[in-house]
Structures are given as structure tokens and as C-alpha cells.
């Protein structure tokens, strides 16, 4: 199989993971009005679509090493569940994340449902014999004022936008019906904070998986995970079919019914997640001497989350005729995050 050689190859391989997972929204975002149940299956399908091409493709090249099919048959059934496990985890995770796009702002559920998971998983840390405690816990505090931070600022904004609205519609009803159709902030936060809880326990469920001789290779393991996420929507999607996070539940017949356009968007954004994946996967390469490291795997994981909310801010202006303090507001969520996110990812690398 086909993996980086070199520091600089796995480098590069992060760099690609923290792209692809910081930007598969803005094709959700293009799909404007498309309900993101539909997008989503689209979504679960070019995940699965990418990973398999990529395991029989460049996870079966250079014959001379362990290609994806010889890593699938020396490895143990309790490696393939764990990754099979992350799977169902992670189209859960993705699931209440799209659904949060679909109401919030990308610069308010990508650091919400990345900060949840980050302090979900600094609470398994905590208890490791390795690194600072102070700088976990710290950290952890850190990124979740910045949540608090971007749930207030996220409401404060949707207050200002409702008020402008009143100013310009002096009669109530119209005031009334106007402000109906506008999504409340508390749904897309709860939305977010969900997904980020079973976020934060993919990382466990993949390191099982990978870990030992007989741990999972990149490819197979970015395959498996993708079944399950295509299996999973056969599971998850009928409930939130039925019980819609706005507006009036969607008939899945209505998939049929929608563009090129449409479907090709859902598509290349799971593709994208797919790449991001894959690539995280693949910066080990093929030894322990050329590895990033855990301080730059998580960085850069995390950069995600900064990328994702700089695509809203400078891409979807998504907080455009904010006040002075509504941008004062998102500089500091931003820097809370960086920072305490920071924190969390050198606290594995320090003694106590």
C-alpha cells in the first residue's frame, strides 16, 4: 500500500486531513434549501465510495509491503469491531452535525461539536499515566469557555437580527411569521454538543483498532469505518426522517426528486471526509521513526474545527452586520479555542 516514506510526507498527510475535514461543509452549505437527511445520504455514500476506491487502489499498489487485502486477513475480529464500532459512532456524530449546519452557523457547530469532543476525550487522558494533568484540564477549561463563548455569541446575534427585523416590519403579525421561520440557537448548539459527545470516542474506538501487530492498516481501517457509517444510515436516517430539527418532516421519496446538483454536492462532500480520513490514517507511513507525533496528529485534527470557522466568517459571512460586540465576541471564542486546544495537545508530550 501506498504511504508516506518521509517526516515531510506525513506532515503533508495531516495538512490534507485538517483541509478535507475543515471544508466538506461548504458543499453542504451550496446545497442551500436540500434537506441535509437527504444530503446526508449522499454524503454516507461517497464516503463509502472514496475509501473503497482508495483500499483497492492505492492500498493494493506496491506489492513489495502489506497491501489492504493481506492487513485484512491477518488481522483479528476484535480489531475489525472496534473500527466497525467507531463507524456507527462517528455517522451518528456526522448525522447531528449536519443536522446543527442546517440551523447554525459552520463557525458555531464546528468549534462546539470539535471543543465537546476534545473535552470528551481529555476526560479518558486525564486518567493516563503520561503527560500534564494541569495542562489537560486546563485546556479542556479553556475550549469549553470558548463553547459558552460561541453559544452566547451565536444568541446575541440571532437577538440583533430579530430586532432589525422589527424595526423593519411594523406590523406583529409579519413581525410574527418572519421570526417563526428563523431556527432558535439553542437547537443548533444542542445539535452540536451532541455530536460532539460521540466524537469524542471515536479517537479510543480507532486507536483499538490500530493498535498491536495485528492492528488495522490505514486503508483497511478507513474501509471498515466507512461501511459502517453507509450501514449506520440505514439505521439512524428513518428517525430523523420522521422527527425533522426543523421545518415539517421530509418524505424520502423527495431524494429522487432533487438535481444533479444536489446529489453531486452530498457526494463530494463525503468524498472529502473520506480524503481526511484516509489521510489521518496514513500520516503513521510505514514506521514509528518517520511520524508526525501525537502533538502535530492532534493539531492539526484539531485545526479542523479553525478552518471550518474561518470558511464561515470570511467564505458565508455568516455573521455579516454583527455589532462590535458580536465580532469581539467570535475573535475571543476563537482565540479560547486555539489556545485551550493548544494546551490539550501538548499536555500528552510533558511529564507531570
Known amino acids: 500500500m501506498i504511504l508516506p516514506s518521509t517526516y515531510t510526507g506525513a506532515i503533508l498527510c495531516l495538512v490534507l486531513s485538517m483541509l478535507c475535514f475543515g471544508s ?24 463509502a465510495l472514496a475509501a473503497t476506491l482508495a483500499a483497492f487502489t492505492l492500498g493494493s499498489l506496491n506489492s513489495g509491503q502489506l497491501t489492504f487485502s493481506d492487513n485484512l486477513l491477518i488481522t483479528s475480529y476484535h480489531r475489525i469491531s472496534y473500527a466497525l464500532e467507531a463507524g456507527f ?11 446543527a449546519l442546517s440551523v447554525a452557523p459552520m463557525a458555531v457547530v464546528f468549534p462546539v ?38 453559544a452566547f455569541t451565536y444568541g446575541l446575534y440571532s437577538q440583533d437580527q430579530r430586532t432589525q427585523q422589527k424595526a423593519l416590519m411594523p406590523d406583529p403579525r409579519a413581525v410574527a411569521a ?4 428563523l431556527p432558535k440557537p439553542a437547537q443548533g448548539v444542542a445539535l452540536s454538543v451532541i455530536s460532539g459527545i460521540a466524537l469524542g470516542m471515536v479517537p479510543t474506538l480507532t486507536d483499538m483498532a490500530r493498535t498491536g501487530e495485528d492492528g488495522l492498516a490505514a486503508y483497511t481501517a478507513g474501509l471498515l469505518v466507512a461501511i459502517a457509517i453507509l450501514v449506520s444510515t440505514l439505521i439512524y436516517s428513518p428517525f430523523f426522517i420522521t422527527f425533522s430539527v426543523h421545518g415539517a418532516p421530509v418524505q424520502f421519496r423527495s431524494y ?30 510505514y514506521s514509528a521513526t518517520i511520524q508526525a507525533g501525537p502533538v502535530a496528529t492532534r493539531g492539526f485534527a484539531e485545526g479542523a474545527a479553525v478552518v471550518a470557522t474561518l470558511w464561515g466568517l ?39
Open 178 to 181: 418572519a421570526t417563526a421561520k
Open 113 to 150: 461539536a470539535m471543543g465537546v469532543g476534545l473535552a470528551v476525550e481529555t476526560a479518558w487522558l486525564v486518567f493516563s499515566p503520561q503527560g500534564s494533568v494541569l495542562l489537560l484540564m486546563g485546556g479542556a477549561v479553556l475550549v469549553l469557555a470558548s463553547i459558552v463563548v460561541s
Open 256 to 285: 429522487f426528486k432533487g438535481g444533479k446538483a444536489m446529489h453531486l454536492n452530498g457526494l463530494l462532500a463525503g468524498v472529502l471526509w473520506s480524503v481526511g480520513l484516509i489521510a489521518a490514517f496514513a500520516s503513521g507511513g
Open 24 to 47: 466538506w461543509a461548504n458543499l453542504q452549505k451550496r446545497s442551500g434549501k436540500w434537506r441535509y437527511e437527504l444530503f446526508y445520504w449522499d454524503f454516507s455514500i461517497g464516503i
Open 89 to 99: 459512532v462517528v455517522g451518528l456524530a456526522n448525522l447531528f452535525m449536519v443536522g
Open 314 to 352: 470570511l467564505r458565508w459571512r455568516e455573521f455579516q452586520g454583527g455589532s462590535l460586540k458580536v465580532r469581539i465576541l467570535l475573535t475571543t471564542m476563537l482565540m479560547l479555542w486555539i489556545v485551550g486546544a493548544g494546551m490539550v495537545t501538548m499536555a500528552p508530550s510533558l511529564s507531570k
